[in-house]
């Protein structure tokens, strides 16, 4: 890895090429700045990355034509330009990207962060792997934000320097997380999906507020296990305490497994040079054949909305996008053929301005996340039901209890005229 100036390492970008960009806490901020103005020269640049955070420079108007922005996740930086056009969203399994990439790919960059070189001359992507491996090795130039505030994390996000064509040197803390709101309604979610959880359990969580509250819910649990896409900062309390332990993983024993973390700084600095925690490419962590060898393992996981036949939608409201198949249908699957384990769909009963969440049937254009057939348990703030082995007449009056008071009447004559009930 030669360290050069920021210009130096994108003077080969030329038109029509294709760059991919390391993303989440890992988001290299200022490669971006960089390869706009790069940009403002050249027509037909497409960029891709699973999530972005932070500023989007790249999707100022004054570069339509010039570099376009592709998601396989879309994230609220992201949301407004893919909804208006501005930006393409390119569904697909995120366990399905790196092989994407490897097979159908022409990649040209890739655009990642990293901590300076150790003594051995290895580098770490730090809080991120996702498909970044896959990237470095596709792409003809790799131009890497050398930044020493990126944590050393284990696994296989520590990569040799000379896998890095450029480096660019650019001191700026990593991309952090809000601590998301807590209520009374996302703490009774959590104490009913802890009770479904056994103890040596292992788990995989999603992102927001009801995996942190199942978190602190589980704390008189023993001997837990984490295979998950993504880690925060919830379970560094259940680890210092011993709750996670990882003893009764079938592989990857005594270790947290995810592919990326996304949290505060303070857990970023729990994540460095830390041995229980392995952060691994995409493929592996969400490869449903790995998956489904951890006896009881339990995925929990959200949605915008259900359906009163089981269908989840967690990716759009209608046609409108909101973020992207994510993990989820990996690790429902995974979990559901796994001894002794089982998914959860966790969501409150309605909208935080009091929209049903529970609904007769998913907004018209909506992409279903989850099949009905895949999907086992639902939990609202009402209770939890196994919708595994019901009729279509039986879920739907499972649902229907789920549902926020005020919205069961509604269903219910709905549920009558469409002849379940």
């Known amino acids: 890895m030669k360290m050069v100036s920021f210009d130096d390492a994108l003077q080969d970008l030329g038109h029509n090429m294709s760059v991919y960009v390391q993303g989440i806490a890992m988001t290299p901020t200022a490669l971006l700045e960089a390869l706009s103005e790069r940009c403002r020269c050249l027509s037909g640049v497409r960029l891709y990355h699973i999530h972005l955070e932070g500023p989007t420079p790249h999707l100022d108007a004054g570069l339509a034509g010039k570099l376009h922005d592709i998601s396989w996740f879309v994230g609220r930086n ?16 995120l366990s399905d990207i790196p092989r994407f990439i490897e097979q159908q790919m022409a990649l040209d960059y890739a655009l990642i962060q990293v901590s300076p070189p ?42 040799p320097a000379s896998a890095i064509t450029w480096g660019v040197w650019h001191e700026a803390p990593l991309h952090t997380m809000p601590t998301p709101p807590r209520d009374a309604v996302t703490s009774q979610i959590a104490a009913y999906v802890a009770e479904l959880v056994p103890d040596r359990a292992t788990l ?26 993504m880690i925060s900062d919830g379970i560094q309390p259940l680890m210092e305490s011993g709750v996670i332990t990882g003893r009764y993983k079938a592989v990857d024993v005594g270790l947290v497994v995810a592919t990326f973390a996304f ?3 303070r857990f970023y600095g729990f994540l460095n040079e830390n041995p229980a925690i392995s952060l691994r490419s995409v493929d592996y962590t969400n490869d449903t054949a790995v998956i489904r060898r951890h006896p009881r393992m339990i995925s929990i996981n959200s949605a915008i909305e259900v359906d009163v036949t089981g269908q989840v939608a967690a990716e759009s409201v209608g046609t409108r996008v909101v973020s992207g198949v994510g993990g989820q249908m990996d690790f429902v699957r995974g979990a559901s053929l796994a001894p002794d384990g089982l998914s959860i769909i966790a969501l409150p009963s309605r ?3 009091g929209k049903p969440r529970i609904v007769p049937t998913l907004h018209p254009g909506a992409a279903v996340t989850t099949t009905r057939n895949h999907v086992q348990y639902v939990v609202t ?41």
């Open 118 to 159: 150790d003594k051995y001359g290895y580098v770490s992507l730090g809080t991120s792997v996702e498909a970044a491996l896959s990237a470095i090795k596709r792409a003809r130039t790799v131009v890497a934000q050398v930044n020493p505030q990126v944590p050393r994390v284990r696994g296989a996000a520590e990569v």
């Open 78 to 93: 992201t949301r407004d330009a893919v909804n208006r056009g501005a930006a393409d969203h390119l569904p697909l399994f």
């Open 351 to 353: 909208t935080r301005d």
């Open 381 to 421: 703030e009402y209770g939890s039901v196994n919708l595994h082995g019901l009729t279509l007449r039986e879920r739907v009056r499972a649902l229907i209890g789920l549902a926020h008071p005020a919205d069961r009447d509604a269903l219910e004559r709905y549920a009558k005229d469409a002849w379940f009930l």
């Open 263 to 265: 949290g505060s700084a």
């Open 204 to 229: 995989q969580l999603g992102i927001g507020a009801i995996p942190n509250a199942v978190l602190e819910a589980l704390r008189n649990h023993r001997d837990l296990g984490i295979h998950s896409e």
